[in-house]
Every structure is written in C-alpha cells, then in structure tokens.
C-alpha cells in the first residue's frame, strides 16, 4: 500500500538544477553547461547513473563466485615427510572461516564471517532492490528506500575493513608455523568486489526514487 506524502516545491518542480559543488540554483536549461558561479558542469541527476550502477553491480556480483571459491591465500609451510619437504595448502575464506572456529577464534571467525561474506552480499541485493525500485518507478516506502541507501553510504565507508579482516586471516590461518603466505586469486576477486560495490554505491543517485513520486504528483 502506498503512503501519500506531501508534496512541496522541489528544484524539479521548479525547473531548476542546482550545483553539485557550490549549490547555486540554476536554469534548467543550463543543464551540461558550466556553473556561472564555481565552473562545474551542471546536471541535474548524475549521468548514466542507472547504467553505471548496474554495470558495477553486475560485475561485483560475477566476482563475488570466485571470490568465495578460489583460494584466497596460498601458505607453504616447512614440514619435514616421508615424501616432501614442504606441504602446500590452498584456503579460501570459507575454509579459513572454519579453521577459526575449529580452532577456537569464534569471535573473529564471526567477524570474518560477516565482513568478507554476507556484507557485500546483502550490500548488492539492496542495490539490486533500488535499482529495481526506480526501473518500475515504485514509490512503496520510498521513505525507508532512502534510509537503505543512507546505509549503504555508511558501510561504504567501512569497506576497506574486509581487506583488513583478510589480512588477519591470512596471519592467523597457519599461525606457528614456519610459513610462506602468498596471494592466492580468490584475493583479487574479492578486492574487485568490494571495489566494484563501493563504485556501485556511489554512481547510484538516490534522488532517481523521489523523480516517480514527483511524476505521479504531476
């Protein structure tokens, strides 16, 4: 059921752009043309912001397969054996994941868990479902769609704290032993993710959801 909100005067109602740097209310028809007052191109929306959006989205959703399944570090530790001297190992962040919890780091499995895992997860169905939101032109809570984005601004700039979580894995995983850690691929596909959503986020222009209600007012 959709919620009737109050309308009131907006700068698209008004045919007016404002600058992204400087907020100076212009002309729409100045739309592409340099603000008169600080020089920035003047567009009233980011541009390609839906093809930007889903561009980065679809490929931090390809990248997110292999991230999990490809070996995200290679350790190679001295073992003296019957056959080789060395025993290589191939972990990715699932199996990594288990070898915490099996060893007793619960907590910091939890954690590499929720960082490395179900946040860039849960960061792309949201976009997927404001994305979607604005191709049908849906204004269903379009309120709390804000909110969603909002969020998705703040674990924004928490991102790079997936990397740092890694890196302790990759520290504790053979912790003790004589060790040779190296990057496996799973590790640049997982930085592709959580770069490519970042990028996601960002091109996104959370005003495209308000644009169908001030269509339906119209």
């Not at 592409?32 to 600080?38: D, E, I, L, N």
């Not at 969020?151 to 504790?172: C, H, K, Q, Y």
Request: charged share 10%.
């Amino acid at each position: 059921m959709n919620v009737s909100l109050p309308a009131g005067p907006t700068t698209a109602s008004m045919r007016l752009t404002p600058c992204h740097a400087c907020s100076l209310l212009n002309p729409r028809l100045l739309d592409g043309f340099p603000c008169p007052r600080c020089g920035a191109v003047l567009h009233r929306r980011k541009p390609n912001s839906l093809a930007r959006t889903w561009a980065f989205l679809i490929a931090a959703a390809i990248f997110y397969i292999p991230a999990n399944l490809l070996p995200m570090m290679i350790t190679q530790s001295a073992m003296m054996t019957t056959q080789s001297v060395f025993e290589i190992s191939h972990d990715t962040i699932l199996t990594g994941i288990v070898y915490l919890w099996i060893s007793g780091s619960k907590a910091l499995s939890i954690l590499v868990l929720i960082a490395s895992v179900v946040v860039p997860l849960l960061k792309m169905m949201a976009l997927t479902v404001l994305l979607l939101s604005v191709h049908f032109r849906s204004t269903w809570r379009i309120r709390q769609q804000t909110r969603l984005y909002r969020l998705l601004e703040v674990i924004g700039r928490w991102s790079m704290l997936d990397i740092f979580v890694v890196a302790i894995l990759a520290a504790l995983v053979r912790a003790g032993k004589l060790a040779t850690i190296s990057l496996g691929s799973g590790a640049l596909a997982f930085s592709s993710v959580v770069v490519l959503t970042m990028l996601a986020s960002l091109s996104f222009d959370p005003r495209l959801l308000w644009d169908s209600l001030d269509a339906n007012n119209d």
